[in-house]
């Protein structure tokens, strides 16, 4: 654990008992808990809710927004939902999102990227109403026109991520094909080096059943030539 967090805890175990030593009576103090319990189920649901591919979503802010919010939002959350801090058995998982869209925001170029997907679905949103960047809903965005972005920003999201999966679909392919033609090289190159070396190893062979041959026709030859011979006499 980090030395920041580890004193936000430290902070929170401190706050919290003080709070004990104000509330003496049973109930208050089974209030507190259960009011306690309910918040952070309440936040562990809307983090397993968001929209995951949107990181801004995961943490509750709105994109722009400086990287002070964000480690400040992340620390706050994610020590209200610990799975140490709460019996919560979704809190590992909530837990694990929250932290893969910190990480995600403080990433420069993924950052960048999804400030892209942002920006255009607001740019579509724009031109599907025929609105410019001085109309009052684009300069100062009601509630329905973020419904409508946030919305948009789904699709565009979505449609990145299926171009991200089938770009690397066709990579792996690409990379498939190129690694079975190096395999088939390789195993021709193997071929021939194993015929050569075979060939090498039966030459003396080749060698000694090309002098037999040699041998037997020369001695075919000299047998017909006994045969013309005539007798004397």
């Known amino acids: 654990m980090a030395e920041d967090d580890a004193d936000a805890f430290a902070d929170l175990e401190k706050e919290?008992?003080?709070f004990d030593k104000v509330l003496s009576l049973p109930t208050l103090r089974l209030s507190a808990l259960l009011l306690s319990r309910a918040i952070k189920d309440t936040e562990i649901d809307r983090i397993l809710k968001a929209f995951k591919l949107d990181a801004y979503a995961v943490l509750?802010?709105?994109p722009?927004?400086?990287?002070?919010?964000i480690k400040r939002v992340y620390r706050t959350k994610s020590l209200l939902i610990h799975p140490d801090?709460?019996?919560?058995?979704?809190?590992?998982?909530?837990?694990d999102r929250l932290k893969k869209a910190q990480t995600s925001l403080m990433d420069e170029k993924e950052r960048a990227r999804l400030d892209e997907a942002i920006a255009d679905a607001r740019m579509l949103i724009m031109r599907e109403r025929k609105l410019t960047t001085d109309s009052?809903?684009?300069k100062e965005p009601n509630e329905e026109f973020r419904k409508a972005w946030r919305e948009k920003s789904k699709v565009?999201?979505?449609?990145?991520?299926?171009?991200?999966r089938k770009r690397l679909k066709a990579q792996m392919q690409e990379e498939g094909r190129q690694q079975?033609?190096?395999?088939e090289e390789l195993a021709?190159?193997?071929?021939?080096?194993?015929?050569?070396q075979s060939w090498e190893q039966t030459r003396e062979q080749r060698i000694g059943s090309w002098r037999d041959f040699q041998k037997g026709i020369k001695g075919e030859g000299e047998k017909k030539k006994k045969k013309k011979l005539k007798p004397i006499g």
């Open 156 to 164: 565009v999201l979505i449609d990145n991520e299926m171009r991200r």
């Open 85 to 95: 801090k709460t019996s919560n058995p979704s809190a590992p998982d909530a837990f």
């Open 136 to 138: 009052p809903e684009v």
């Open 188 to 196: 021709e190159r193997k071929r021939k080096r194993e015929h050569e």
């Open 16 to 18: 919290a008992k003080e």
């Open 64 to 69: 722009g927004v400086p990287d002070s919010d």
């Open 180 to 183: 079975k033609k190096e395999d």
């Open 60 to 62: 509750d802010l709105q």
